[in-house]
């Protein structure tokens, strides 16, 4: 079992950044695909990114402005997210899984404001 705890949230303003955290306990990380994703009012939980070793995709929503990363000392998963958009507000939730297709833990989600 992985349990995922995301913290980082908040509210900012257009054009801002803030940086998700997404800690890991239970067993490393290093080990499964870690993905984030997000809900925005009214839609669907939806991906934004996953990283596996070196490999990194991103949705076309948010590719150059938001970056995946993971630190394996910490066992804890980035998501760096610049230029926010109004639209980018939602919350947001990191997942691990054996493939990108299946992931089977997830946190509890983070909520993120972007005021215009």
């Known amino acids: 079992q992985v349990q995922l705890v995301e913290s980082g949230g908040g509210l900012v303003q257009a054009g801002g950044s803030l940086r998700l955290s997404c800690a890991a306990s239970g067993r490393t990380l290093s080990t499964y695909v870690v993905g984030w994703f997000r809900r925005a009012p009214g839609k669907e939980r939806g991906l934004l990114a996953h990283?596996?070793?070196?490999?990194?995709y991103y949705t076309d929503s948010v590719k150059g402005r938001f970056t995946i990363s993971r630190d394996n000392a910490k066992n804890t998963v980035y998501l760096q997210m610049n230029s926010l958009k109004p639209e980018d507000t939602a919350v947001y939730y990191c997942?691990?899984?054996?493939?990108?297709?299946?992931?089977?833990?997830w946190g509890q989600g983070t909520q993120v404001t972007v005021s215009s």
């Open positions: 997942a691990a899984g054996v493939t990108s297709s299946n992931f089977a833990y």
């Open positions: 990283a596996y070793r070196s490999n990194t």
